[in-house]
């Protein structure tokens, strides 16, 4: 299955500031997903990231506050943009190679 | 829109013992069904999964049984061991087109006590 690198693994960011995550996997994939997990509750999925065009996007999530690159088929970012500690989350990023791949995940703290 | 539900919430069994845990789903086009396992500080490990296509699978001591018709399926771990505490996720493929994302459940907190 295929390997992905998250950055960063964690970090604590002052609310009104912007944060851009990355996910780099070992081979080209189709589909890259961005999820985020609140503390202590499951994974909701944030969007589609596409490659060549535009991400799509669940219910109640918008590409201002999260807009997602994807420059080829082995990278993406994520961008949580000016956080509010309601954004404090674990952001995790994951592939569809045969099965579905996840990242060890970004723990973000916005104080 | 589409929904997982996932019971119980916390589970705890005494080493050796079994455990079950129990989703269903509300979109009938689902067709994919993956177990996860999640530890502390870590990404969500892919354990089992299940196609639609499929009644029963089984890895070791691990197995996942699913039942289209009442839209559930459930994972059942046997001999646990102290190593099998961890979180839990059910999820389903929003609907059945490829390179669909997943809905996952809220989680299961599984302690197996020595």
Redesign the interface.
């Known amino acids: 299955?295929a390997v992905?690198s998250?950055k960063p693994s964690r970090d604590i960011c002052q609310r009104g500031t912007s944060l851009t995550i990355q996910c780099q996997v070992d081979s080209q994939v189709?589909?890259m997903?961005w999820y985020r997990q609140q503390p202590g509750?499951?994974?909701?999925?944030i969007a589609?990231a596409n490659q060549g065009s535009e991400a799509t996007y669940e219910?109640g999530f918008v590409i201002d506050k999260f807009p997602i690159s994807r420059p080829n088929l082995t990278f993406s970012t994520l961008t949580v943009s000016n956080m509010s500690p309601e954004d404090s989350s674990i952001y995790?990023c994951?592939v569809?190679e045969g099965?579905?791949?996840?990242?060890?995940?970004t723990?973000l703290t916005v104080v | 829109?589409e929904n997982v539900e996932q019971h119980p919430s916390t589970l705890s069994v005494q080493e050796g013992d079994s455990a079950v845990i129990k989703c269903t789903y509300s979109d009938s086009a689902s067709n994919y069904f993956?177990w996860?396992k999640q530890e502390l500080?870590?990404?969500?490990?892919?354990i089992i999964?299940i196609r639609s296509n499929v009644g029963e699978k089984k890895d070791q001591r691990i197995a996942v049984t699913l039942n289209k018709t009442a839209k559930h399926f459930s994972l059942h771990i046997t001999e646990t061991q102290p190593e099998d505490s961890a979180v839990y996720?059910c999820?389903a493929s929003k609907g059945n087109q490829a390179?669909t994302?997943?809905?996952?459940?809220?989680?299961t907190t599984l302690s197996v006590s020595s």
Do not use: E, V
């Open positions: 299955s992905i998250q189709t589909m997903f509750q499951s994974l909701t999925l589609t219910s995790l994951s569809l099965g579905y791949t996840f990242g060890s995940g723990r | 829109g993956p996860y500080g870590k990404g969500p490990q892919l999964d996720f999820a390179g994302a997943l809905i996952f459940g809220k989680g």
